[in-house]
Every structure is written in C-alpha cells, then in structure tokens.
C-alpha cells in the first residue's frame, strides 16, 4: 500500500512500479471529484455521491472516507490469480485496511519538501486554495502515516523512489515466501 500527502507523486510512482514489478496489480479508486486538468481518464474511476453511496450500502469498497469534501473509495480488489494488490490511497484508508487486512505493507511516500509539494499540486493544475488546503492537510497526513508505515521514502527522483519501493515490495515478498 502506497500513502502519502498530496503531490507525493504517490500515482506516477505507483505506475512506474506496476511496469517495472511483476505480479502487481493496481487497485483503481472511485472518487466524487471531478477530474482535474490533464488528469489521465483512469485515473480514478469519477461518479456522484449517489453511485458512491449506493456502493459503500452494498459494502463494494474495502476502505473508504472523505477528504477535503470528496469522497475517495478503495472497491473491493479482485486481482488476477497470483498477483499482489497495490493500493494508491490515503492514511485515513490506510489506517481501515489494516484493520482489516493486518499483513498489509504500508509505504509512505513524501515530497522532498513543501515547496516541491506545492509545485507538483500546482503543476497538475490544482487551484491556488485547493494546494493551500492540501499543504496544510499533508502535515497531519504524514504524521499519522508514520505510526502505520513500515517504510518511508522521499521521492525526490521518481526513478530513484520507484527502485527504493521496488526493493521494499520484493523484500515483503521473499519474506511471505518463508514463512509460507
């Protein structure tokens, strides 16, 4: 499980790990935002409150929570046969999957600093209040993502983040073999 602030690059490293990791398979979020300025049409999977709601009464979502008055679900994985689930989520859903799922590996990722935090916000178009908004969340957020996580990794160079969190997930990996 991938979590960490906004403007983390917690997507574009998800990605690069999904290319670079076999056997990983990424967990596509519904959310009630709407899709930002260049966003990638998957990105998320974009629906109204009500389809939202209507999901979580069938109980379709492993976590889910609000977020800065949007809503952001995790649906219910369903991977290929053998294949490791890679969720892209925040502390808050990730605080609820290990309720439920204790094994989970949990990696924080973090922006080098706030100044870049807010660059990679306002570079994929987020408005001014909504960065602002963001910053000051993304505080609390690592704060608490630091009792969950087992890993931290500052993302400073996609590349170099990507093989930091590739290492992690084959270490978790050799380990379950072990002990299987």
């Known amino acids: 499980m991938l979590i960490g602030p906004g403007g983390a690059g917690k997507g574009t490293v998800a990605q690069a790990l999904v290319a670079r990791v076999p056997g990983l398979w990424l967990s596509r979020s519904w959310t009630t935002r709407p899709p930002r300025t260049g966003e990638r049409p998957d990105a998320y999977v974009y629906v109204d409150t009500d389809a939202f709601m209507a999901r979580v009464r069938e109980d379709g979502f492993l976590e889910w929570a609000e977020f800065l008055g949007h809503l952001y679900g995790t649906p219910t994985p369903s991977p290929p046969l053998g294949f490791d689930v890679l969720l892209?989520?925040?502390?808050?859903?990730?605080?609820?999957?290990v309720a439920k799922r204790p094994g989970s590996i949990v990696i924080l990722l973090v922006p080098p600093s706030a100044a870049v935090q807010e660059r990679r916000m306002e570079a994929r178009g987020d408005p001014a209040e909504e960065v602002a908004r963001r910053v000051v969340a993304g505080h609390e957020e690592v704060r608490q993502a630091r009792e969950l996580a087992r890993s931290e990794v500052v993302n400073d160079d996609v590349e170099r983040a990507t093989t930091e969190v590739a290492g992690i997930v084959e270490a978790a990996r050799s380990a379950r073999r072990e002990h299987s």
């Not at 892209?88 to 999957?97: L, Y």
């Open 88 to 97: 892209e989520i925040d502390v808050q859903g990730a605080r609820q999957v």
